[in-house]
């Protein structure tokens, strides 16, 4: 199955190396990435949180979760929720249900990377699709992307 047309767009126009591995059907992070034959500590998943009426995309390593408290600590916000797929589903109009990739920009949405991300030289995801994975350099991501690094999560 083909990674979002936004994605591609970005980092075919921005002449990004980039992989995709494509794998059986996935949901969750962790299945994703013992699809994909990646450790679920090298692969990124996406939450959104809704925090004062703003979506933001909260990146964290598969094996973590987002705390809300470390979030709004972060973000010098009094108020942060998790949301559900159904009330985002609308704004990632090219990308499965929950398997939007990592830039909130293509979407019109804050991104918000956990400091733990940063650790790694590469940087895995999904596609867009529950088929596939992107592998692509962090520097890349991080120029494309511009993340507000913040420490958001905790370990599983």
């Not at 962790?30 to 939450?47: F, M, P, R």
């Not at 933001?56 to 973000?75: E, I, P």
């Not at 949405?109 to 962090?138: C, P, R, T, W």
């Amino acid at each position: 199955m083909p990674i979002s047309s936004k994605l591609k767009t970005l980092l075919d126009v921005n002449k990004i190396r980039y992989v995709v591995i494509a794998h059986s059907p996935a949901y969750t992070a962790q299945e994703v990435a013992a699809s994909a034959h990646i450790k679920g500590k090298d692969l990124v998943k996406c939450v959104i949180v809704n925090s004062e009426g703003e979506h933001y995309m909260v990146v964290t390593n598969a094996n973590q979760r987002v705390n809300l408290a470390r979030f709004k600590k972060a973000l010098g916000v009094t108020e942060a929720r998790l949301e559900k797929e159904d009330e985002f589903n609308n704004i990632f109009d090219d990308c499965e249900p929950g398997a939007m990739p990592p830039f909130g920009s293509l979407y019109g949405v804050s991104l918000v990377v956990d400091e733990a991300v940063y650790a790694d030289q590469e940087i895995a995801f999904n596609g867009g699709n529950h088929s596939s994975v992107v592998k692509m350099a962090f520097a890349d991501f991080e120029r494309l992307a511009k993340p507000r690094k913040a420490a958001v999560a905790d370990p599983l």
